[in-house]
């Protein structure tokens, strides 16, 4: 069975920093999509980056600038950076994998692996 397990959420005064991880165990290849998400209270879900096994990345406008996706293939493992947080990045953060393709498609529907989430609070 394969997990997703997120690390690194916390609480932070705006304009501070904060690094999630989260690992992927039980599956060996880098050939797929990886995604944070997040999810405010009372809103809907919704993408915030993606990286896929080539490096290629994508990101929401609103993060575009202070937060960078980044993964070690050799760990199966993948980061956000996020920086110059503000107290709109309140949420609870989720990374996904879409191990059917080894692009990413900027849909969560297609993203079939979820991580428990971590939580993350800006505070003005």
């Known amino acids: 069975q394969v997990q997703l397990v997120e690390s690194g959420g916390g609480s932070v005064q705006a304009g501070g920093s904060l690094r999630l991880s989260c690992a992927v165990s039980?599956?060996?290849?880098?050939?797929?999509?990886m995604g944070w998400f997040r999810q405010a209270p009372g809103k809907e879900r919704e993408g915030v980056a993606f990286i896929d096994s080539d490096g290629r990345t994508g990101y929401a406008d609103s993060v575009k600038g202070r937060f960078t996706i980044s993964r070690d293939n050799a760990k199966n493992t993948l980061y956000l950076q996020m920086n110059s947080l503000k107290p709109e990045d309140t949420a609870m953060y989720y990374c996904?994998?879409?191990?059917?393709?080894?692009?990413?498609?900027?849909?969560?529907?297609?993203?079939?692996?979820w991580g428990q989430g971590t939580r993350v609070t800006v505070s003005s």
């Open positions: 996904a994998a879409d191990f059917m393709r080894n692009f990413c498609v900027y849909n969560r529907g297609v993203f079939g692996y």
């Open positions: 039980r599956y060996t290849s880098s050939a797929y999509c």
